[in-house]
C-alpha cells in the first residue's frame, strides 16, 4: 500500500512537472490548480458547506486535507463553527475568536470526482497560459515579429509565433501578395487584446509602422536616434512616402535610408512587395514640407488656410497629372502625410479662381457701400475681402491706402456698418418667416445669418439646438478620398462649419440652450403646489 501511495504522489509532482514545461507557466500555478481540484472534490464527499483546504507539497507530493473550524460562543454555523468547549478538544487550549485545524482522513478520489477534477486543472492552466501570453505580448505592440503560417481562414492569415497565435486580418495584408500554410512571415503587432476566448494578438504587413519598424531593422542611424521618421503614408502594394530629419548636421537623412546603391531601401522594398517608396527630407515648415511631399512634382506655389487646415498647391500645368498622380495616389500621399486636406491646382485654375474672387468682393463693395469699381478694386487689391474688415478697421489702416484719406476712410466705415445692419435685418425677417424662435436669437455667439442657416436646417427651437452634440453644430468640412463618388467627397460637418465657431463656443450655445431644461427640473414642483393650493380654494 505504501508503494502505491508514493507512485502516486510521484506521479502528481511528474504530472505538475510536465504540464508547467509544455505550457511555460510556472509550476505554483499548476500546484495550486490541482489543490483547488482536490478541495472541491473533497468538499463534495463531506459535504460543500465545510471550509476544506488543500495542501500539496511540490517537492514530495505530500498531500494534506483538513476543515477549518471558528471557536465561538453561540454556534450558528455547525459547519464552520464550533463551541469552546468543543473546540478544546479539537485543539487543547483553544480560545474564543480561534480558527482551528482539524484534519480530515485522505480520499479516494472515484471516477466522477477524477473527471471534475481533471476540467479544474485544465481550466486553471488554460487561464494561467492566456494570461502568460497577454503578459509576454502587451508590451510589444508596434515590434516586427517573425511566424510560420498556420492557416488562412476567410482571407485572414493566422501565424504561429512559438508560445501563441497572431492573426494578419485581410485588411492588413499587402494586396495581391500570396501566402501559403509553413511560410515565414514578418509582420508587425498592430494590437493585444484580452478577450473571453483569450488574447488576441493583431498583427499588420499594410501599416505604416511596419515600414519604419522595418528602416529602423535596416537603416543603424534610425535605430540609433540619429535619424528619425516623422511621417509615413503608405498605399500598401504600391507606393508609399516617408519624412526623415536628421539630429546630425553632417548625416544625410534621405542618402543614409537609401543606402549604398540603394542596398538598404531595396531590403525594404523586397520585404513589402515592391512598394515603391519615395524618401522625403521633413520640415517643420509645413509649405516646404508640402512641396517635398509632393516629389517628383514641381510646385509653383502654396497658400495654406489654417483654419479650414487646408493647403492649396499651384502647379505648372504640364506637372497637374505628376502632382495628382495615378488615380490622385501622389497627392493622397502627401495628405497622409502632412495630415493636411491638399488641393491641386494649374496656374491657369488658380489665376481663374483669383480673378473670380476679385469680381465677386468688388461687385459685392460696390452695391453694399455704394461706391463705384475703382473704389471697390482698391479695397479688394489691398486684402479686404468682407464688409466687417472694412466696419470694423483701424479709420488709420483705411486712411492708408493710396488716395484714401480720414474723411473717405470714416465714411466707408460707416456705410459698412449700415450694410451689416441692413443685412442683420433682412436675415432677422428671413428667420422669422422659417419659423425659428427668438428665444434662440438669445443664444450667445450665435447672428441671424446663423439662425437662418438653423432654421434651413430644421432647428427652429431651443429643444432643437439643445439636441445637438457640439460636432453636429460646428465641426468643420473635412475633404475624402478623391476616389469616392461625388456623394459621398465631402463630410457636410457640423450644421454651423461654414462660420468658423470654436469648440468652446459651440459648447457655450449648447449648455445655453440646455439651461432651461435643468430649470425645468424644479418647475413641476412648484406647478403642483399651486394646482394644490387652486384645489383647496
Known amino acids: 500500500m505504501a508503494t502505491a501511495i508514493s507512485a502516486n504522489k510521484a506521479e502528481l509532482i511528474a504530472i505538475a512537472n510536465s504540464v508547467a514545461s509544455e505550457k511555460m507557466i510556472d509550476k505554483a500555478i499548476v500546484i495550486e490548480a490541482m489543490e483547488d481540484a482536490i478541495q472541491r472534490a473533497a468538499r463534495a464527499r463531506y459535504g460543500a458547506e465545510n471550509d476544506i483546504r488543500a495542501k500539496l507539497d511540490p517537492d514530495t507530493g505530500d498531500l494534506r486535507l483538513w476543515r477549518v473550524v471558528e471557536v465561538v460562543e453561540t454556534v450558528e454555523d455547525y459547519f464552520k463553527q464550533v463551541d469552546l468547549k468543543q473546540g478544546q478538544k479539537l485543539q ?9 485545524v482539524d484534519p480530515l482522513p485522505p480520499i479516494d478520489l472515484g471516477r466522477i470526482d477524477a473527471q471534475s477534477a481533471k476540467q479544474v486543472i485544465f481550466q486553471k492552466v488554460r487561464d494561467a497560459e492566456r494570461e502568460r501570453q497577454y503578459e509576454e505580448f502587451k508590451d510589444r505592440v508596434g515590434e516586427i515579429i517573425t511566424g510560420v503560417v498556420k492557416s488562412v481562414e476567410f482571407g485572414h492569415v493566422v501565424v504561429n509565433l512559438g508560445r501563441a497565435e497572431g492573426v494578419i486580418r485581410r485588411d492588413q495584408q499587402i494586396p495581391r501578395e500570396v501566402v501559403r500554410v509553413g511560410d515565414r512571415v514578418r509582420s508587425v503587432v498592430l494590437n493585444v ?5 483569450g488574447p488576441q494578438i493583431f498583427l499588420s504587413r499594410a501599416h505604416p509602422e511596419f515600414m519604419k519598424k522595418l528602416f529602423a531593422q535596416e537603416v543603424p542611424e534610425i535605430y540609433d536616434g540619429i535619424i ?25 537623412p534621405v ?15 523586397q520585404e513589402m512587395q515592391g512598394e515603391k517608396i519615395d524618401i522625403i527630407p521633413w520640415s517643420e515648415d509645413t509649405a516646404t514640407f508640402v512641396v517635398n511631399a509632393l516629389q517628383p512634382a514641381t510646385v509653383s506655389r502654396v497658400v495654406i488656410d489654417e483654419d479650414e487646415g487646408r493647403i492649396e498647391v499651384v502647379v505648372p ?81 483705411l486712411a492708408g491706402i493710396e488716395g484714401f ?54 432647428i427652429k427651437t431651443l429643444d432643437d439646438l439643445a439636441d445637438l452634440a457640439t460636432d453636429e453644430l460646428i465641426a468643420k468640412k473635412r475633404q475624402s478620398d478623391r476616389r469616392k463618388n461625388r456623394e459621398s467627397a465631402e463630410d457636410k460637418g457640423g450644421v454651423l462649419a461654414e462660420y468658423g465657431l470654436s469648440e468652446e463656443q459651440g459648447n457655450e450655445i449648447i449648455m445655453a440652450a440646455r439651461a432651461h431644461w435643468f430649470a425645468d427640473e424644479s418647475g413641476p414642483e412648484t406647478g403642483e403646489v399651486a394646482d394644490a393650493a387652486d384645489a383647496s380654494q
Open 92 to 100: 487543547p487550549g483553544a480560545a474564543l475568536g480561534d480558527f482551528i
Open 193 to 197: 487584446r484580452r478577450e473571453n476566448r
Open 228 to 252: 528619425t521618421i516623422m511621417a509615413a503614408a503608405r498605399d500598401p502594394g504600391s507606393r508609399a512616402k516617408i519624412g526623415v530629419i536628421s539630429r546630425d548636421g553632417s548625416i544625410d
Open 255 to 269: 542618402g543614409a535610408c537609401v543606402g549604398m546603391k540603394g542596398s538598404r531601401v531595396q531590403a525594404v522594398v
Open 317 to 397: 500645368d504640364d506637372q497637374l497629372s505628376l502632382a495628382i498622380g495615378r488615380r490622385g495616389q501622389n497627392v493622397r500621399l502627401a495628405s497622409q502625410l502632412t495630415g493636411k486636406a491638399i488641393d491641386i491646382m494649374t496656374e491657369a485654375d488658380a489665376s481663374e479662381k483669383r480673378q473670380k474672387e476679385f469680381v465677386e468682393r468688388s461687385e459685392m463693395f460696390q452695391n453694399e457701400l455704394d461706391v463705384d469699381e475703382t473704389l471697390s478694386q482698391l479695397l479688394v487689391a489691398e486684402g479686404f475681402g468682407e464688409l466687417e474688415e472694412v466696419a470694423y478697421v483701424g479709420v488709420e489702416e
Open 405 to 458: 484719406d480720414e474723411e473717405l476712410a470714416e465714411e466707408l466705415q460707416s456705410r459698412a456698418l449700415e450694410a451689416l445692419e441692413r443685412r442683420e435685418a433682412a436675415a432677422r425677417e428671413e428667420r422669422r418667416a422659417l419659423g425659428v424662435e427668438d428665444a434662440l436669437a438669445d443664444m450667445p455667439h450665435l447672428t441671424e445669418a446663423m439662425l437662418v442657416t438653423l432654421g434651413k436646417a430644421g
